[in-house]
């Protein structure tokens, strides 16, 4: 029988708010906090106010098991909790740095509730520069110093913990861990991190602190490369007459490669591979390095996005009063969350050169129009939301798919006759598709 531990998760965003649900529903006490009223009243009411499947079933059971609980309150979460998990945001500024700014409010707000004769373990599960780790114990330490308590370094560590979550997939990814890293200049802390994933049994890595931090950007970089790479590889297959899918196959069939990430497309988006990449590439920058290949990761992404209007202009070269139907807009399937989509470029390019989009997501419209909020006041009869996927193809000249969700797969054919249909994530059989439309996709003459 587990013995629950007492957590503070300090952020309810989808890291913090998976995290903090699955450490509960594996019977840890846990608190959750964040800054945001409406937010926390929401969790309160048991509302999940972001889309990541099963996330409201175990936050359910956290409920009724009495092992969550939501405040705004600083003192109660750091006086009420041994671990303080940091799951705030990271964002990117201008020049690709981390903004840390929301880490550090929440250091300053931890420090001003740490007392004398405690010890709090704080760990970092946003993704935090390399070398942050270390900065943050002196900078805590200061805060402590400053109101007086002595000896401040005993009364706190810092460990990196950090996520390897996918959205949509995060519960799963949490609940089977391929590894959990844990980094801290004290291998004793960082052994009780490690036990609070016990009941899961994941292979464990104790780490130091740069190692354990280094090893998220290192990971997530990794993964872009490798998309990057497939992609430029389905450009030239698709010059050459081969077939990207097969290559990755036969790729993937050797293990030192493995077959995941190999998937070419219009490129990746998301809150972590294109911020993190930058983020990586600043670190690396800074500290006199030159990263070469990293840059290259990024360019050739932010050209592979557009690689879809490229090919429909192949077909149609005038794009001016033609009707586009756009499929999928979120980053990904599975998830609302906008944030660096390839179906942005893509739209701007299509509204930029005269065309009429009619775009439809399942889940992501609402979300879609506060990110074309300009595009919508400007041209509000050319960027045009469906409520389904057909009524986007009504009058349109041509379809680009962007995000691959299941349902487009099951299409119905002979909505596309006679259209010109541009595949980005490579979802359609090419020679079916040919006896119904002009038919484009990615790597595959
Ligand atoms: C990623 C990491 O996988 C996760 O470990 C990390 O913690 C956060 O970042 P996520 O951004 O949720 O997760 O999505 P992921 O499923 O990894 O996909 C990222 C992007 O890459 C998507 O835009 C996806 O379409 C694209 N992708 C992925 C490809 O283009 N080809 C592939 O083969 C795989």
Known sequence: MLKGKRIAVIGTGYVGLVSGACFAYLGHRVIGLDVDTNKIERLKRGE??????????????????????????????????????????????????????????????????????????????????????????????????????????KRFEVVSNPEFLREGKAVEDFMNPDRV?????????????????????????????????????????FLATKISFINEIANVCEKLGADVTVVARGMGLDHRISPHFLRAGCGFGGSCFPKDVKALIHTAKSVGEEPRLLESVIEVNERQKLRPVE???????????????????????????????????????????????????????????????????????????????????????ALILVTEWPQFKEVDFDKLRGKVVIDGRNLWNPTLMRKYCTYESIGRS
């Open 48 to 153: 999940v106010p972001i889309y990541e499947p099963g996330l409201d079933r175990i936050l359910k059971k956290a409920i009724e098991d009495g092992n969550i609980e939501f405040t705004t309150d600083y003192s109660y979460a750091v006086k009420n909790a041994d671990y303080i998990f940091i799951a705030v945001g990271t964002p990117s500024r201008e020049d690709g740095s981390a903004d840390l700014s929301y880490v550090e409010s929440a250091y300053r707000s931890i420090a001003e509730f740490i007392d004398g004769d405690d010890f709090k373990v704080i760990v970092n599960k946003s993704t935090v520069p390399v070398g942050t780790g270390r900065w943050a114990k002196e900078f805590i330490a200061g805060l402590l110093r400053e109101k007086g308590v002595k000896e401040p370094e």
């Open 181 to 221: 890293v844990v980094g801290a200049d004290n291998r004793e802390v960082a052994g009780l991190v490690a036990s609070l994933y016990e009941p899961l049994q994941p292979p464990i890595l104790i780490t130091d602190l740069p190692t354990a931090e280094m090893i998220k950007y290192a990971s997530n970089a």
């Open 311 to 397: 090919k429909l202009l192949k077909h149609i070269p005038d794009l001016e009063g033609r009707t586009v139907a756009v499929w999928g807009l979120a980053f990904k399937p599975e998830t609302d969350d906008m944030r660096e989509a390839p179906s942005i470029p893509i739209i701007r390019e299509l509204l930029a050169r005269g065309a009429t989009v009619k775009a439809y997501d399942p889940v992501a419209v609402e979300n879609a129009r506060r990110v074309f909020e300009k595009e919508l006041h400007t041209h509000p009869q050319r960027l045009i939301f469906t409520s389904d996927m057909y009524s986007a193809l009504e009058g349109a000249d």
